[in-house]
């Protein structure tokens, strides 16, 4: 059988990480040959590169396209193709939407996967919960998508701009993604490292109660994409699918730290409750973007794991390793 060949755009990134990590820890019958793309996370290559020895790394603009044909070149046409890449901070997409679209919009991607001759490559794309309005609880893949920011919208465009265009995609509608540091330390902040953290110093802490998501436990979202590749190679049938990828429980901000001060023994009297109303964050926010996962779950044949266990196994990681918050 053939070694297939699996590009991660946007590998130096959160899930691209530990994507990558589980990839290349396969060695049953379909080990992959592994090729990842990083812009300006440049500062985290080698870290990733010693742990993922067999990959190629290539710099890549996503607005201009500029380093694919290095991919062709160097690794070959690719038969999974998964885009993590994105600008993903609502309140930089929001003072910069031309950047958003340009760079959430996968135009230069898709172009270059069009230049192939064989027009047969899986596209899995990371999209967000945040396409939905965020006035209901539950939301389901065919409820109509009413983005209340720039990047909800740039998201939106992107799924339309996918399915017109490439044959064969799978696009995930992702909640929060948490769980465990990346072996190369991402820059940004973790939800559930930064909670324990705060509460940590044993001073109060404003948490929303009036704002629900259904965080899903990285390893989880991890899974999903394997499953999704595996079931593209050994299936080879043509694949148009759209899931919503969550954990099983809606959660408040408020439940989030209630749920890490329980595990850790904190004080809960320092989680302040307040409304996502009262704070100005220089994007309008979705109140409720909870999602229903059944067709996930039935697709798939996976039980993601619940919110308070996620936060146990993070947490545990972290004594572990000593992550750096």
Known sequence: METKR????????????????SLSQIKDNAPYDLAFTYHSNSN????????????????????TGDGFQSIASEFGRPHV???????????????DPDAAMSINVPNSLVNWLSSF????????????????????????EE????????????????????SKRWPNFAILRSSIIFGPQT??????????????????????VEFFHDEFRCPVYVKDAVTIILSLINKWIIEGKQMKLLLNVGGPDRVSRVQMAETVAHVRGYN???????????????????????????????????????FRDGVILTLELAQMHGDIF
């Open 143 to 162: 409820d109509e998508t009413v983005p209340v920011n720039v990047y909800g919208k740039s998201k939106v465009a992107a799924e339309q701009f996918i």
């Open 268 to 306: 809960t009297s320092l989680i302040k409750q307040v409304s996502a109303s009262s704070v100005y964050r220089g994007v309008s926010s979705p109140a409720d973007i909870s999602m229903d996962i059944s067709k996930l779950i039935q697709t798939l044949n996976i039980s993601p794991t619940s």
């Open 6 to 21: 699996v590009l991660v755009v946007g590998g130096t990134g959160y899930l691209g990480q530990h994507l990558l990590l």
């Open 44 to 63: 985290l290559l080698q870290p990733l590169l010693d742990a993922i020895p067999h990959s190629l790394a290539f710099h890549v603009d996503l607005v």
């Open 117 to 140: 001759e064989e027009r047969d490559t899986l596209l899995i794309h990371l999209s967000t919960d945040q396409v939905y309005e965020g006035v209901k609880s539950f939301y389901k």
């Open 81 to 95: 193709v998964v885009n993590c890449a994105a600008l993903s901070v609502p309140r930089v997409c929001e003072k």
């Open 183 to 204: 072996i190369s330390p991402v820059p940004k902040s973790l939800p559930i490292q930064w909670i324990d953290d705060v509460l940590s110093k044993k001073e109060q």
